[in-house]
């Protein structure tokens, strides 16, 4: 059975084999302070599912891991 | 400097860029193009050339963000084939926002490199100066097999000031491929040559792209010349709407009595945009014949001809009152 890895139910999606542990681009320039690091893993993820959409993490990360779904009626 | 003079977070990062793993390059890239600390622009220069175009493209964007101008030689540098299209491209937009004037004769200097890719980049940067001294370095691009190029040095040629005649730009009004023709064009009704009327009204008649027909159209409205009302009367039957639109506008500029029953035929346009501004060069030509038929327009199903038509009837009732007095 295949399992996911990721949290698909928040709008901000880290891949996280691309995630780098030691960068933490996304989560300075996030103005909500939402997204942090897995203490575990090393990987951002999304903890408060407070978003604003304005998409600079997904900007920001150097190696494109972010992706922002962005709700239809917004776009 | 010495390291002893820096920031030492500044210091750390610049030497994790020199990191044989990747994504500490990555990292530090990213942590640098944050703090924008000035001290970090010669390690950040260094990474232009480094292995992965990631790298690359970050230490490209921290340079963009820091603006200074130390950093215009190397950006340049970044502009060749032996870079990626995304860095190229970052390349590109930072030194649009970077160039100045006093970086023309650099500009010039790095055009005649042999690299395509390279010259592509530098016509487009030769935009942002509009200096005419380059001219004699575009003009070789006219000729060249790469219909990019010569694309793109004819639209500079556009951006260039006091240029008023280019004898080769005019040969390219005949170019094979659409699109350096669709930008020859234009760039012809920036040109007061006394040559460049026919062609474009040539043109308007006879191209079988119907977006250079229409770019015609713009540049003979921008020259305003009368001897082009003939080929504009005509290209009022264009099939494409997008031209009968133009040349109704350019027609607004030079139409005369001759042009009446095209316009008034054009005043029951499928498109709207077509009808108004029929009537506006209907209004503009100033002939009270044709009252009755833009008085037909005023019930028009779109708000916007009927605005124009009833300018353009109360500017010919005005001109007819002033006759009257006079």
Same mark, same amino acid.
């Given at each position: 059975?295949?399992?996911?890895?990721?949290?698909? #139910?928040?709008? /901000?999606?880290? #891949?996280?084999?691309?995630?780098?542990?030691?960068?933490t681009?996304?989560i300075?320039?996030?103005?909500? #302070?939402?997204? /942090?690091?897995?203490?575990?893993?090393?990987k951002?993820?999304?903890?408060y #599912?407070?978003?604003?959409f304005?998409?600079?993490?997904?900007?920001?990360c150097?190696?494109?891991?972010?992706?922002?779904?962005?709700?239809?009626?917004?776009? | 400097?010495s390291?002893?003079d820096?920031? $030492?977070?500044?210091?750390?990062?610049?030497?994790m860029?020199?990191?044989?793993?990747?994504?500490?390059?990555?990292?530090?890239?990213?942590?640098? @193009?944050?703090?924008?600390?000035?001290?970090?622009?010669?390690g950040?220069?260094?990474?232009?050339?480094?292995?992965?175009?990631?790298? @690359?493209?970050?230490?490209v964007?921290?340079?963009?963000?820091?603006a200074?101008?130390?950093?215009?030689?190397p950006?340049?540098?970044c502009?060749?084939s032996?870079?990626?299209?995304?860095?190229r491209?970052?390349?590109?937009?930072?030194?649009?926002?970077? *160039?100045s004037?006093?970086?023309?004769?650099?500009?010039l200097? !790095?055009?005649q490199?042999?690299d395509?890719n390279?010259?592509?980049? *530098?016509?487009?940067?030769?935009?942002?100066? =509009?200096?005419?001294?380059?001219? $004699?370095?575009?003009?070789?691009?006219?000729?060249s097999?790469?219909?990019?190029?010569?694309?793109a040095?004819?639209?500079?040629?556009?951006?260039?000031? &006091?240029?008023?005649r280019?004898?080769?730009?005019?040969a390219? +009004?005949?170019? $094979?491929?659409?699109?350096?023709?669709?930008?020859?064009?234009?760039t %012809?009704?920036?040109?007061?040559?006394?040559?460049? !009327?026919?062609? %474009?009204?040539?043109v308007?008649?006879?191209?079988?792209?119907? @977006?250079?027909?229409r770019n015609?159209? &713009?540049?003979?409205d921008?020259?305003?010349?009368?001897?082009?009302?003939p080929?504009? !009367?005509q290209a %009022? +039957?264009d099939? =494409?709407?997008?031209?009968?639109?133009?040349?109704?506008r +350019?027609l &607004?500029?030079?139409?005369?009595d001759?042009?009446?029953?095209?316009?008034?035929k054009?005043?029951?346009?499928?498109?709207?945009?077509v009808?108004?501004?029929?009537?506006?060069?209907l209004?503009?030509?100033?002939?009270?014949?044709?009252?009755p038929?833009?008085?037909?327009?005023?019930?028009?199903?779109?708000?916007?001809v009927q605005?124009?038509s009833?300018?353009?009837?109360?500017k010919? @009732?005005?001109?007819?009152?002033?006759?009257?007095?006079?």
């Open positions: 059975m295949a399992l996911t890895t990721q949290r698909v #139910d928040v709008p /901000v999606i880290v #891949d996280e084999s691309k995630c780098l542990e030691k960068c681009a996304c300075e320039v996030c103005p909500l #302070d939402v997204l /942090v690091k897995n203490p575990e893993t090393g951002a993820y999304m903890k #599912d407070e978003c604003w304005c998409l600079p993490c997904e900007k920001e150097p190696t494109n891991a972010i992706t922002v779904q962005i709700p239809f009626l917004l776009r | 400097m390291y002893s820096i920031d $030492p977070e500044v210091v750390q990062w610049v030497e860029l020199r990191s044989p793993d990747l994504s500490d390059r990555l990292v530090a890239a990213k942590a640098l @193009q944050h703090l924008g600390d000035e001290d970090a622009i010669e950040l220069i260094a990474v232009l050339n480094d292995e992965s175009p990631m790298v @690359q493209e970050i230490a964007t921290a340079l963009w963000e820091m200074n101008p130390v950093a215009i030689t950006l340049l540098g502009l060749d032996s870079h990626s299209e995304a860095v491209n970052e390349a590109l937009s930072a030194l649009k926002e970077l *160039v004037p006093d970086d023309l004769l650099k500009l200097d !790095t055009i490199i042999d395509e390279m010259q592509l980049n *530098v016509l487009v940067l030769l935009r942002k100066i =509009h200096d005419a001294q380059a001219l $004699p370095y575009i003009l070789p691009f006219f000729e097999e790469n219909p990019l190029l010569r694309e040095s004819v639209v500079t040629l556009r951006y260039l000031n &006091q240029v008023v280019c004898e080769p730009a005019l390219l +009004a005949k170019d $094979p491929n659409d699109e350096v023709r669709r930008s020859a064009i234009l %012809l009704g920036h040109l007061s040559d006394e040559a460049v !009327t026919p062609i %474009l009204c040539d308007i008649a006879q191209d079988s792209d119907w @977006q250079v027909r015609a159209a &713009q540049s003979l921008l020259l305003a010349a009368k001897a082009a009302a080929a504009l !009367t %009022l +039957a099939d =494409h709407w997008q031209v009968r639109k133009f040349v109704a +350019a &607004q500029k030079v139409a005369t001759e042009a009446i029953p095209s316009l008034v054009a005043l029951s346009d499928e498109y709207s945009d009808r108004r501004d029929a009537a506006i060069a209004g503009n030509i100033g002939n009270p014949d044709v009252l038929a833009l008085q037909q327009t005023l019930d028009d199903p779109d708000r916007d605005i124009f009833q300018r353009a009837i109360q010919i @009732q005005d001109q007819m009152a002033e006759t009257s007095h006079a």
